[in-house]
C-alpha cells in the first residue's frame, strides 16, 4: 500500500526534479559552448595568412569515414594526401603509374575549394624500389638513376600543374646529427641528390612552390644542417619557397625552447615555415625513444603501452590541452612566418599514431575526435589568433 506523500514531500520532490532539470541544460548548454565552432580556427588563421590544413586517406576522400567529409570541408582549407601521391603508390613500375587515388584526391580538393599539397616526391622510405636496379638487376647508375628521378617529378608535377600550389620535393633527407642520410638517392646518385630534385621541380611547374620537409627539426644539429642547405640553395639561385618542420610532436619532446628557435632561424633565411605533420603523441613511448618519427621504427605492443583505450583521464587531457596551446602559443609569436599549418590526420580515428611504433593503440593525437567533432582546447587555441 503506497504511503501518501505529505505537501511538503511533493514540494520537495518538484524543487528537487527542477534542479537537475536545471544542471542538466547547464551542462548541455556548457558542453555545447565547449565545442568549437566547425571551421572557426581555419577562418582566423586564415586571417593571419596561415591555411590550415590536414593530410587525409582514400577512405576518407571516398567518403567511406562516416563524417569525415563534412568536418575536413569545414574545418580545412587545405589538405596532403597522407600516403597514395607516394612514389611506391603512384610509380609502381617502370613506365606504368597509378594515378587513381591521387586524382580522386585532387578531384575532392578541387570540388571542395581545398588547397591541394603535394605529398611527396623524393623520399627514402615508400619509395619506387624498381628505381634503383637496372635491367640486370644491378643498382642503377648515376645517370640512369638521376633520369628516372627527373622524369618521376616531371610526370607527376605536370600531371597537377596548376592543381597543387606546392610539394614536398624531397623529405628527410638530413639526420638528427645534421648528416645527410644515406639511402639510395644519396649513395647511387651522390649528395647533389637534393639540389637536383629542386632543379627538376622548378623546371617542370615553375608556378609551383617547393619545400623540404623533415621531422625533429628542433635538434640543433639538424637546424644547423638544414639551415647550411638553404643559405647554399639561395647562393645557386634555387628555387625553395618554404621548410615544413613535420612537428610529429610528444608531451616530452621536443624542447619547446628549440623548437622555437628552429622556427625563427628558417624564417630569418627569408623562407617560409610551415607546420606540415603536426600531431601530439600522448601514448607512452618504447623507453630511449629519441622523439623520432622514422616511420620504419617499430615495437611490440604492451597493455602498458596503451593506457587511454577508454579516453584520457582528466590529468592527460590537461597535458594535451597545455602541449597543443605551448606549441600553438609559438605559432602566433610568430604567426607572419608561417603559411601553412597542417595536421597529420583528420581526426584520432585515423591517425597513424594508433598503429605507430607500436600496432593496435588507442592515441588521442589531433584537435578532432574519433566522431571527427573539434576538441575543446580548440577555443583557447582561436584566442591566440584573435
Ligand atoms: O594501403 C595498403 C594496403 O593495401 C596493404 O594491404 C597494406 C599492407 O601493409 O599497406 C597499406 O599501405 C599502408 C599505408 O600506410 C596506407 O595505410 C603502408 O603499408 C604503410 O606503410 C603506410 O604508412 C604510412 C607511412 O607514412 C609510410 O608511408 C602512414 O600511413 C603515414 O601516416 C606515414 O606518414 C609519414 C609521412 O609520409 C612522412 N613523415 C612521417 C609520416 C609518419 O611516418
Redesign the pocket.
Given at each position: 500500500m503506497p504511503v501518501p506523500l505529505s505537501i511538503n514531500m511533493k514540494k520537495y520532490l518538484i524543487i528537487i526534479s527542477l534542479l537537475a532539470m536545471t544542471l542538466s541544460m547547464q551542462a548541455k548548454s556548457k558542453k555545447k559552448s565547449d565545442t568549437p565552432a566547425p571551421g572557426a580556427l581555419k577562418e582566423v588563421l586564415v586571417k593571419n595568412g596561415i591555411l590550415l590544413g590536414a593530410?587525409i586517406?582514400q577512405w576518407e576522400v571516398a567518403g567511406e569515414v562516416p563524417g569525415a567529409v563534412p568536418a575536413i570541408v569545414a574545418n580545412f582549407n587545405s589538405a596532403e594526401a597522407?600516403?597514395c601521391m607516394?612514389a611506391e603508390v603512384i610509380h609502381p613500375k617502370e613506365g606504368v603509374y597509378d594515378w587513381k587515388l591521387a586524382d580522386e584526391f585532387i578531384d575532392f580538393c578541387q570540388r571542395n575549394n581545398i588547397t591541394a599539397i603535394g605529398?611527396?616526391l623524393v623520399w627514402h622510405?615508400?619509395p619506387a624500389k624498381w628505381m634503383f636496379k637496372d635491367k640486370n638487376g644491378e643498382p642503377a647508375s648515376r645517370p640512369l638513376l638521376i633520369e628516372r628521378m627527373k622524369e618521376h617529378i616531371f610526370t607527376v608535377m605536370q600531371r597537377y600543374k596548376g592543381k597543387v600550389k606546392g610539394w614536398d620535393v624531397v623529405?628527410?633527407a638530413i639526420l638528427d646529427d645534421g648528416t645527410l642520410r644515406v639511402s639510395p638517392w644519396s649513395e647511387l646518385i651522390g649528395p647533389d641528390w637534393i639540389e637536383l630534385a629542386f632543379r627538376f621541380a622548378h623546371e617542370a611547374d615553375p608556378d609551383a612552390e617547393l619545400y623540404i620537409n623533415d621531422?625533429s627539426m628542433a635538434k640543433p644539429a639538424k637546424r644547423e644542417a638544414y639551415l647550411r642547405l638553404i643559405r647554399d640553395f639561395q647562393q645557386k639561385g634555387i628555387r625553395i619557397d618554404a621548410i615544413g618542420m613535420?612537428s610529429?610532436n610528444g608531451v616530452d619532446y621536443p624542447d619547446v625552447v628549440e623548437y622555437e628557435k628552429t622556427l625563427e632561424a628558417y624564417a630569418a633565411t627569408g623562407l617560409k615555415v610551415m607546420m606540415t605533420?603536426l600531431d601530439l603523441n600522448m601514448l607512452p613511448n618504447p623507453k630511449d625513444w629519441d622523439g623520432s618519427?622514422e616511420?620504419n621504427k617499430k615495437a611490440a605492443y604492451e597493455e602498458a603501452m596503451n593506457p587511454y583505450k577508454k579516453g584520457l583521464t582528466l590529468e592527460a587531457q590537461k597535458i594535451f590541452n597545455d602541449r597543443y596551446l605551448a606549441f600553438f602559443g609559438i605559432y602566433a609569436r610568430h604567426k607572419e612566418s608561417i603559411s601553412r599549418i597542417n595536421f597529420?590526420g583528420a581526426s584520432d580515428l585515423n591517425s597513424?599514431l594508433n598503429n605507430?611504433p607500436i600496432k593496435g593503440r588507442t592515441s588521442y593525437p589531433l584537435i578532432l575526435d574519433r566522431q571527427y567533432k573539434l576538441k575543446p582546447v580548440v577555443n583557447d587555441i582561436i584566442k591566440l589568433f584573435e
Amino acid at each position: 500500500m503506497p504511503v501518501p506523500l505529505s505537501i511538503n514531500m511533493k514540494k520537495y520532490l518538484i524543487i528537487i526534479s527542477l534542479l537537475a532539470m536545471t544542471l542538466s541544460m547547464q551542462a548541455k548548454s556548457k558542453k555545447k559552448s565547449d565545442t568549437p565552432a566547425p571551421g572557426a580556427l581555419k577562418e582566423v588563421l586564415v586571417k593571419n595568412g596561415i591555411l590550415l590544413g590536414a593530410a587525409i586517406n582514400q577512405w576518407e576522400v571516398a567518403g567511406e569515414v562516416p563524417g569525415a567529409v563534412p568536418a575536413i570541408v569545414a574545418n580545412f582549407n587545405s589538405a596532403e594526401a597522407e600516403n597514395c601521391m607516394k612514389a611506391e603508390v603512384i610509380h609502381p613500375k617502370e613506365g606504368v603509374y597509378d594515378w587513381k587515388l591521387a586524382d580522386e584526391f585532387i578531384d575532392f580538393c578541387q570540388r571542395n575549394n581545398i588547397t591541394a599539397i603535394g605529398h611527396c616526391l623524393v623520399w627514402h622510405s615508400q619509395p619506387a624500389k624498381w628505381m634503383f636496379k637496372d635491367k640486370n638487376g644491378e643498382p642503377a647508375s648515376r645517370p640512369l638513376l638521376i633520369e628516372r628521378m627527373k622524369e618521376h617529378i616531371f610526370t607527376v608535377m605536370q600531371r597537377y600543374k596548376g592543381k597543387v600550389k606546392g610539394w614536398d620535393v624531397v623529405n628527410e633527407a638530413i639526420l638528427d646529427d645534421g648528416t645527410l642520410r644515406v639511402s639510395p638517392w644519396s649513395e647511387l646518385i651522390g649528395p647533389d641528390w637534393i639540389e637536383l630534385a629542386f632543379r627538376f621541380a622548378h623546371e617542370a611547374d615553375p608556378d609551383a612552390e617547393l619545400y623540404i620537409n623533415d621531422f625533429s627539426m628542433a635538434k640543433p644539429a639538424k637546424r644547423e644542417a638544414y639551415l647550411r642547405l638553404i643559405r647554399d640553395f639561395q647562393q645557386k639561385g634555387i628555387r625553395i619557397d618554404a621548410i615544413g618542420m613535420q612537428s610529429h610532436n610528444g608531451v616530452d619532446y621536443p624542447d619547446v625552447v628549440e623548437y622555437e628557435k628552429t622556427l625563427e632561424a628558417y624564417a630569418a633565411t627569408g623562407l617560409k615555415v610551415m607546420m606540415t605533420e603536426l600531431d601530439l603523441n600522448m601514448l607512452p613511448n618504447p623507453k630511449d625513444w629519441d622523439g623520432s618519427a622514422e616511420v620504419n621504427k617499430k615495437a611490440a605492443y604492451e597493455e602498458a603501452m596503451n593506457p587511454y583505450k577508454k579516453g584520457l583521464t582528466l590529468e592527460a587531457q590537461k597535458i594535451f590541452n597545455d602541449r597543443y596551446l605551448a606549441f600553438f602559443g609559438i605559432y602566433a609569436r610568430h604567426k607572419e612566418s608561417i603559411s601553412r599549418i597542417n595536421f597529420w590526420g583528420a581526426s584520432d580515428l585515423n591517425s597513424w599514431l594508433n598503429n605507430w611504433p607500436i600496432k593496435g593503440r588507442t592515441s588521442y593525437p589531433l584537435i578532432l575526435d574519433r566522431q571527427y567533432k573539434l576538441k575543446p582546447v580548440v577555443n583557447d587555441i582561436i584566442k591566440l589568433f584573435e
